[in-house]
C-alpha cells in the first residue's frame, strides 16, 4: 500500500470544496487560491488547480472574466455561478456530515469502543 | 557562463537563460501532450503559461537581470509534472457530475491533436444565439461572422437547419483559429463600433464605411427638401426610405453579429498585429508627451492632437493595455517559437450576453432607433420650418410692424430654429470628432432657446393684440336722384397692376382675404367687400358705406378708418364700385373691409352685376352685421326682403 496515493486521495476529496469556498467568499484568480490553500498548510500541486478550474468551468459551475493585470498577463478571475453556489453548499453538508462523522469514529476513546464489542 | 536570450512570453518580454527556456519549452510541450486528451486543454495550458510568466515577472521584479535554471525549476516543482497530477486528473474528471464523463468521453473517443479540433461542435466561447455558427466557422477555418451573416441572409431556410444544430451538436469552448477578425472596435465608434471594426478589417478610414451606411440618408434628406435647387439630378434615382431603412437594419444586424473586440488578444486579431502595435505606440508616446508637458506647464498646449484631448474620458481604461509592453513579430524571434504557437490559440472567449443581457441589447438598439428616427424628424421639422419661414416671410409686412415687433420677430426666429439647428450640427460634430461635451454650452443654448421662445411668445400676444378692438365708421355716398325704376350696380376694375401676397405651396387661393398689393407698394388692396341690400325708408335710393377695421385701441382704428379709399361713382342709374378697398401700406392687415349699404325704395328695384355675386354671399363682419341689425330694428317689423340672385324685389313688406 502506497503512503503517498492514500494521502493525495484522501487530499483530493476536500480540494474542489476549498477551492470553491475560497472562490464563494470573493472573485479569485488561480494565483490567489494557490496562495490561501499554501498559507493554510494544504499542499496543492499547481498543474492540478489549472485542469480542475477548467472543468468547473465547463461544468458552469464557475464562470470568469478577465482583469488585465498591470504585473503579467491578464488574469482570469473566476466567480461561483447560481448552480456553483448550490454546488458548494451541497459539498459543505457532505463535508460537515464527514468531519463529525469521522472526528467520531477516530477519536472514540478506546475503551468504549472494547465495551461496544463486547456488548455486542 | 550562460547564453541569456530574450523571449516573448504571454505578451512579457523575459529575459531566460538558453539552458531555462529549453527546459521551459520542453515542459510546456509535455503539458500540451498531458492536456490534449481533456476538452479545453489548450486553455488549460494556457493559464499554465499565465501564471508562470507571472511568476517570472515577479522574479525579474525584485532585481534579478534574468530567469535562471534554477528559476525554472522550482517553478516547475511547484506546479507539478505531469505525471505527477495524471492519477489526480483521472479520477477527479467523474467527479463534478454528469457533464465530466461526457467531456472524458469526447477525450478518449476523438483521436488526439488536430483531429480534436476539426470535429464539429457548437462554440459555447463565442456565441450570440447557440454558438452554431461560431462552431462551424470554427470546423471551416473561417470568422464566425461571415457564417453569421449567410445565416441571417438566408434566415427562411437556414432557420430550421440551425435550430437541428443547435440540438444536435454539443457545446464545447472552442477557440479561434483565425488569425483575423471582424470585430467592433470599441475605440472608434459613433453608436456600436460596426464601421470602425470594419475599417479596421479593412486597414481603411473609419469615414469611409461610415458615408457608405449614411449615404442613403442624406440623399433622402435632400430628396425631402423639394426645393433643394439640383433636385432634378436625383429625380430618377428612387432614394426610398426602403432602402435607407434597410441600411438601418443591416447595421443593427451587424451590430448584433459582429463581437465587440474586448480583449487586448481580439483586438489584435481585429486591426492585424503591427497596426496594433502601432496605434499603442502612438498612443503611448502621446501619453507620454502629455503627461511631460503636463509636468511642465500644467496645462495641455494646444499642439496636443485632437483625438488625444478627445479620447481623455476612456483613457483610464485604456492604461493597463498600453503598459503591457509592445512585442515585436514572432517571426523575428525563432527562439520564441513554441511559446508564441500555444500563444496563437489563446483567444479570452469573448463574455458574451446571456439571454437577459440580449434582451437588454435589443430594448438598447430599439431606444436608439427611435431617438435616431426622433432625432432626424426633428432636424427635417427644423429644416422645414426654416424654409416655411423663408416662404411666409412676404407675409411680415402685414401682421408686423417695423422697428421692436421686427426685431423680436428675427431674434426669436434666429434663437428657436438657429439654436436647435446648430446644436445638432455641433453634437454631430463632436461625436464625430470623438470631442467632450461641454455641458456649459448645452445649458447657455437651452437658455438662449428658451428666451426665443419667450419672445415668440410675446410677439404673437402683440400680434393678437392688434386685432382686440373693432370699430367702424359709417359714409352715405351722395346719390343723385334716379329717374328709372332701377338702380344698377356694377364694378370698376382697378386699373393698374397689383401683387399678391403669396406664401407658396399653393395656399394663397385659400386664403381669400389677403390683400393685393399695388405697384408702388404704398397701398394695401383688399377684396373684402360686402354688399348688403334693404329697404330705404323714404322714396328715394341711399347708399352708406360701413367700413371696419381692428386695432390695440379705438382711436387708432377710427384713425385707419379716416385712411380708407373706396370712391363710389355714379353714372345716371349706374352705380360703380370699386374693385378694391384701399388701404395705406403702413397699416398693415387689421381684417379691413367695407360694407356698401343699398337702401331701396317701395316700388323700385335694383340690379346687381354678376361681377358682385361674392360681394352679395359674404356675410359683412359681425360688428357691422350688428349695427345693421340695430339700424333695422326700429323701422322694420316684416320679414327683410328676400334677395334673389339678380335683383330684389323691395317695398312690398314694408309697413
Redesign the interface.
Known amino acids: 500500500m502506497n503512503i503517498e496515493?492514500t494521502q493525495?486521495q484522501m487530499r483530493?476529496g476536500v480540494l474542489?470544496y476549498c477551492i470553491l469556498s475560497i472562490i464563494k467568499r470573493g472573485e479569485a484568480y488561480?494565483?490567489d487560491i494557490i496562495d490561501e490553500m499554501k498559507s493554510a498548510g494544504l499542499q496543492l500541486?499547481?498543474?492540478?488547480l489549472?485542469?480542475?478550474?477548467?472543468?468547473?468551468?465547463?461544468?458552469?459551475?464557475l464562470t470568469y472574466?478577465?482583469v488585465?493585470?498591470?504585473?503579467?498577463?491578464?488574469?482570469?478571475y473566476f466567480q461561483l455561478t447560481e448552480k456553483g453556489e448550490a454546488?458548494q453548499a451541497l459539498l459543505a453538508t457532505t463535508w460537515n456530515e464527514l468531519a463529525t462523522g469521522v472526528e467520531l469514529v477516530t477519536r472514540k476513546p478506546k475503551e468504549e469502543s472494547e465495551l461496544n464489542n463486547n456488548t455486542i | 557562463m550562460k547564453k541569456v536570450i530574450n523571449i516573448n512570453f504571454q505578451g512579457q518580454v523575459i529575459a531566460i537563460e538558453e539552458t531555462a527556456y529549453e527546459m521551459l519549452k520542453q515542459y510546456i510541450e509535455r503539458l500540451t501532450r498531458f492536456f490534449a486528451r481533456e476538452e479545453g486543454g489548450d486553455e488549460i495550458v494556457n493559464d499554465i503559461e499565465c501564471r508562470i510568466a507571472e511568476l517570472f515577472g515577479n522574479r525579474l521584479k525584485h532585481g534579478i537581470n534574468c530567469i535562471t535554471d534554477e528559476d525554472v525549476a522550482s517553478i516547475i516543482t511547484s506546479i507539478g509534472q505531469p505525471e505527477d497530477f495524471d492519477s489526480d486528473y483521472e479520477e477527479a474528471a467523474s467527479e463534478p457530475g454528469a457533464a465530466f464523463a461526457e467531456s472524458r468521453e469526447q477525450g478518449s473517443a476523438a483521436a488526439p491533436g488536430d483531429e480534436v479540433r476539426r470535429s464539429l461542435y457548437r462554440n459555447s466561447g463565442d456565441r450570440i444565439l447557440g454558438g452554431v455558427c461560431s462552431g462551424l466557422a470554427h470546423y471551416f477555418r473561417t470568422d464566425p461572422v461571415w457564417l453569421r451573416m449567410i445565416f441571417v441572409l438566408f434566415f427562411g431556410f437556414l432557420f430550421w437547419v440551425y435550430i437541428v444544430l443547435w440540438i444536435v451538436l454539443k457545446p464545447k469552448v472552442l477557440e479561434t483559429n483565425v488569425s483575423k477578425r471582424l470585430y467592433r472596435n470599441p475605440n472608434d465608434r459613433f453608436l456600436g463600433g460596426v464601421c470602425g471594426g470594419i475599417a479596421a478589417y479593412f486597414k481603411i478610414d473609419s469615414w469611409i464605411p461610415r458615408l457608405i451606411f449614411l449615404l442613403p440618408l442624406l440623399f433622402n434628406l435632400i430628396g425631402m427638401i423639394s426645393f433643394f435647387p439640383l433636385n432634378y439630378l436625383f429625380d430618377e434615382v428612387d432614394f426610398s426610405w426602403n432602402i435607407n431603412m434597410s441600411m438601418v437594419v443591416v447595421y443593427i444586424v451587424f451590430w448584433i453579429i459582429i463581437p465587440e473586440a474586448k480583449s487586448v488578444k481580439q483586438k489584435l486579431e481585429m486591426m492585424g498585429e503591427e497596426e496594433y502595435i502601432r496605434s499603442i505606440r502612438e498612443r503611448v508616446s502621446n501619453n507620454v508627451a502629455t503627461a511631460r508637458s503636463r509636468g511642465d506647464g500644467g496645462e495641455v498646449p494646444p499642439a496636443v492632437p485632437a483625438y488625444m484631448a478627445a479620447g481623455t474620458d476612456d483613457s483610464f481604461e485604456k492604461v493597463s493595455i498600453d503598459e503591457m509592453p509592445p512585442h515585436p513579430s514572432d517571426a523575428a524571434r525563432p527562439a520564441d517559437h513554441s511559446a508564441s504557437a500555444n500563444r496563437a490559440h489563446v483567444a479570452p472567449p469573448s463574455e458574451r450576453p446571456g439571454c437577459l443581457n440580449g434582451f437588454i441589447l435589443l430594448l438598447k438598439i430599439i431606444f436608439f432607433s427611435f431617438v435616431g428616427i426622433l432625432a432626424l424628424v426633428m432636424v427635417s421639422a427644423f429644416v422645414a420650418f426654416l424654409f416655411a419661414g423663408a416662404q411666409m416671410m412676404p407675409l411680415k409686412s402685414l401682421f408686423i410692424d417695423p422697428g421692436q415687433e421686427t426685431t423680436l420677430l428675427y431674434a426669436s426666429l434666429i434663437l428657436l430654429i438657429g439654436i436647435p439647428v446648430v446644436s445638432i450640427l455641433v453634437w454631430i460634430a463632436r461625436r464625430v470628432m470623438k470631442a467632450k461635451s461641454r455641458p456649459m454650452i448645452g445649458l447657455i443654448s437651452t437658455i438662449l432657446w428658451i428666451g426665443g421662445l419667450v419672445a415668440a411668445g410675446i410677439l404673437a400676444a402683440q400680434v393678437a393684440d392688434k386685432f382686440r378692438e373693432e370699430s367702424t365708421l359709417e359714409r352715405s355716398v351722395e346719390m343723385m336722384p334716379i329717374d328709372g325704376k332701377s338702380l344698377y350696380v356694377d364694378m370698376m376694375p382697378y386699373q393698374d397692376d397689383y401683387s399678391e401676397f403669396s406664401i407658396g405651396w399653393g395656399m394663397d387661393s385659400d386664403i381669400d382675404h389677403l390683400p393685393y398689393t399695388n405697384v408702388n407698394e404704398d397701398s394695401l388692396l383688399f377684396r373684402d367687400i360686402h354688399l348688403h341690400i334693404r329697404n330705404s325708408n323714404d322714396s328715394l335710393f341711399h347708399v352708406r358705406t360701413i367700413a371696419a377695421s381692428s386695432c390695440r385701441e379705438l382711436r387708432g382704428a377710427k384713425a385707419d378708418l379716416e385712411e380708407f379709399r373706396f370712391e363710389i361713382t355714379q353714372q345716371d342709374s349706374l352705380l360703380y364700385l370699386p374693385e378694391f378697398l384701399m388701404v395705406p401700406s403702413t397699416q398693415g392687415f387689421r381684417k379691413q373691409s367695407i360694407t356698401v349699404e343699398i337702401s331701396v325704395p317701395a316700388g323700385k328695384t335694383v340690379e346687381v352685376s354678376d361681377v358682385l355675386n361674392n360681394y352679395r354671399n359674404q356675410e359683412p363682419p359681425s360688428v357691422v352685421r350688428r349695427r345693421i341689425r340695430n339700424y333695422t330694428r326700429t323701422f322694420m317689423t316684416a320679414e327683410p326682403p328676400h334677395l334673389e340672385d339678380e335683383e330684389s324685389e323691395a317695398g312690398s313688406d314694408v309697413v
Open positions: 496515493n493525495s483530493k474542489e488561480p494565483g500541486l499547481e498543474g492540478t489549472y485542469p480542475l478550474l477548467n472543468r468547473l468551468k465547463n461544468a458552469e459551475i472574466r478577465w488585465e493585470s498591470t504585473s503579467g498577463p491578464p488574469r482570469k454546488f
